[in-house]
T-cell receptor, first 114, second 112 residues
Framework: GAGVSQSPRYKVAKRGQDVALRCDPI?????LFWYQQALGQGPEFLTYFQNEAQLDKSGLPSDRFFAERPEGSVSTLKIQRTQQEDSAVYLCASSSGTGDYGYTFGSGTRLTVV | AQSVTQLGSHVSVSEGALVLLRCNYSSSVPPYLFWYVQYPNQGLQLLLK??????LVKGINGFEAEFKKSETSFHLTKPSAHMSDAAEYFCAVINNFNKFYFGSGTKLNVKP
């Protein structure tokens, strides 16, 4: 597609519920990133994929967070047993990986845990 | 280690006035530096980036930034603010592994 598409745009979850957030990167982009943006803060790195390989997951805040990109295109960020502190905007970004550092961000998914 | 500090969480200017948003970085490797803009309920849009070459970088919407290694700064400027420039601006540095480190953001308010 023309841009990075994220769905849903908004998600309200009850505490303890599992959620899945989807990211459709730009077609052909090998690199994919997930960031978490808490209210009033800058985005913070969660995880990075190159094709289907998850090369860095050092930013995932707990073992309740899990990300996958099984076919090297669409990625899903899953949060199990959501907590109130998980409320944030989750941003996905992709790049061609050619070294031009041309990253395109999606509009994000705003997760509210009640 | 990489980090970014943005001075001033809120900046207010009059329409037509100079915009100056400050960014200082810390990087253990030659930095690649970025400015992004975020409008309400939207994702991040790239304004400009410095990777190598000319230290004065021109971006979209009339913005520019200058990489000053001696001052570890990458301040964003625009000669004349427009109402449409009201948004939140993020400075970021990237490490060798393509991981962005963002500042905490500066909200720009433009007064008529």
């Amino acid at each position: 597609g023309a841009g990075v598409s994220q769905s849903p745009r908004y998600k309200v979850a009850k505490r303890g519920q599992d959620v899945a957030l989807r990211c459709d990167p730009i077609s052909g982009h090998v690199s994919l990133f997930w960031y978490q943006q808490a209210l009033g803060q800058g985005p913070e790195f969660l995880t990075y994929f190159q094709n289907e390989a998850q090369l860095d997951k050092s930013g995932l805040p707990s073992d309740r967070f899990f990300a996958e990109r099984p076919e090297g295109s669409v990625s899903t960020l899953k949060i199990q047993r959501t907590q109130q502190e998980d409320s944030a905007v989750y941003l996905c970004a992709s790049s061609s990986g050619t070294g031009d550092y041309g990253y395109t961000f999606g509009s994000g998914t705003r997760l509210t845990v009640v | 280690a990489q980090s970014v500090t943005q001075l001033g969480s809120h900046v207010s200017v009059s329409e037509g006035a100079l915009v100056l948003l400050r960014c200082n970085y810390s990087s253990s490797v030659p930095p690649y530096l970025f400015w992004y803009v975020q409008y309400p309920n939207q994702g991040l849009q790239l304004l400009l980036k410095y990777t190598t070459g000319a230290t004065l970088v021109k971006g979209i919407n009339g913005f520019e930034a200058e990489f000053k290694k001696s001052e570890t700064s990458f301040h964003l400027t625009k000669p004349s603010a427009h109402m449409s420039d009201a948004a939140e601006y993020f400075c970021a540095v990237i490490n060798n592994f393509n991981k962005f480190y963002f500042g905490s953001g500066t909200k720009l308010n433009v007064k008529p």
